[in-house]
C-alpha cells in the first residue's frame, strides 16, 4: 500500500468499520465531494477494491437542508488490513492519531473547521476540533507540547441536547491568534481541499495586515507571558518533547528554526530575560507575573 498520511487522516475523520455480510468493511462518508474525489482518486491509483454510492437526502429530511451524501465502500481485505496495521481500531489514541502534518491536516478537513467569528465587535479567527473524548484530548496534548499552542478545554457538544440527543463527540477550540497562526503553520501542504486553502490564505492575509495588540498586563503563569512577548518580538521559545530537567525544573529553549540556540532553566529564567528582550527591542513595559502554580 502506497502510505499517504492525508488521505489516511479524512478516512479516519470521517470513516468507520461495518459488519457486512458477516464481514467487516470500511466505509468512508462526506458530505464534500472534493474530499470524497481526493480518497477515490487514492483508492483508483493504488488499485484498491471499493464501491462508491450517493445518497440524496430531500428538503425537510435533515433540518430543511438540501444534502448528498457520498459514500465510499472499501471492500479489499489488503487495505483493510492496511487500515488495522495504522491503528484505526487502536485501544490507544496516539496509535490512532499520527502527529503528522498531513494526516492532522486531513483531521481538521473532516473533523475540524476554521473560521472566522465575531469577538468584542472584531472579527477573530477560530479552529475547531471534535472527536471521541480521548482523541480529542490526545490532540489538545499534543498541540500544547510540540507546538506549545494554548488550546481551550475539552468539552461535550450540547447543541441537541434540547432534543434529547446526548452526544458522544467533544470539541476543542483554539480562538487565540497565536495558536491558530502555529496550527495553520503546521498543517499548512500540497494537497488540501481548495475551501481550507482559501480559509488558509484568508487567514494568513488577516494576520500579516491587522496589528496585534497584547491586552493582558498580568499572567498566572510564567508560560503564558512568555508566548505573549514572543508572539510579539517574533521568536521561539518552547520546550521539545522528552526534554525533562533535573532539580524540578523543565529546560525551555529558544529557537532558531529547528536548532536550539540558548536554553533556559525552566519558564521563570525565560520569562526574565524575554521581560529585557521585550524592553530593548520594543521599548514596551512587559506584562507582569502575579502567581505561578
Known amino acids: 500500500m502506497l502510505k499517504d498520511n492525508y488521505i489516511l487522516g479524512l478516512l479516519y475523520g470521517d470513516g468507520h468499520f461495518q459488519l457486512k455480510d458477516r464481514y467487516e468493511w470500511f466505509m468512508f462518508s462526506t458530505t464534500h465531494k472534493e474530499l470524497s474525489d481526493k480518497v477515490i482518486n487514492y483508492l483508483d491509483e493504488n ?38 496495521s495504522q491503528g484505526f481500531m487502536s485501544d ?15 483531521i481538521i478537513e473532516t473533523k475540524g473547521s476554521l473560521f472566522t467569528y465575531q469577538h468584542r465587535n472584531s472579527i477573530a479567527w477560530r479552529i475547531s476540533i471534535s472527536g471521541n473524548e480521548d482523541d480529542v484530548k490526545y490532540i489538545k496534548y499534543i498541540l500544547e507540547t510540540e507546538l506549545n499552542v494554548s488550546a481551550g478545554d475539552v468539552s461535550r457538544r450540547r447543541e441537541r441536547e434540547s432534543e434529547g440527543i446526548i452526544s458522544e463527540s467533544y470539541r476543542l477550540n483554539i480562538q487565540n491568534r497565536a495558536g491558530v497562526r502555529e496550527v495553520v503553520n503546521f498543517i499548512k501542504g500540497e494537497n ?31 508560560k503564558n507571558a ?8 517574533n521568536i521561539v521559545i518552547k520546550g521539545k518533547r522528552g526534554g525533562g530537567g533535573k532539580r524540578g525544573f523543565k529546560p525551555v529553549y529558544l529557537w532558531e528554526g529547528d536548532t536550539e ?8 529564567n525565560a520569562y526574565k530575560w524575554t521581560c529585557e528582550m521585550y524592553k530593548e527591542e520594543l521599548g514596551r513595559i512587559p506584562p507582569e507575573v502575579h502567581s505561578e502554580d
Do not use: Q
Open 261 to 268: 540556540v540558548a536554553c533556559f532553566s525552566g519558564w521563570e
Open 192 to 222: 488540501m481541499s481548495e475551501y481550507l486553502s482559501e480559509m488558509i490564505d484568508k487567514f494568513e492575509k488577516f494576520d500579516a495586515e491587522t496589528p496585534y495588540n497584547m491586552k493582558r498586563k498580568v499572567f498566572k503563569h510564567y
Open 47 to 84: 488499485n484498491i477494491k471499493y464501491f462508491n454510492h450517493r445518497r440524496h437526502f430531500p428538503k425537510g429530511h435533515k433540518n430543511e437542508n438540501y444534502e448528498i451524501l457520498e459514500l465510499i465502500e472499501i471492500t479489499d481485505e489488503k487495505f483493510r488490513e492496511y487500515l488495522l
Open 226 to 233: 512568555v508566548s505573549a512577548m514572543t508572539r510579539e518580538l
Open 92 to 106: 490507544n489514541a496516539n496509535e490512532r492519531i499520527k502527529w503528522n502534518r498531513d494526516f492532522i491536516r486531513g
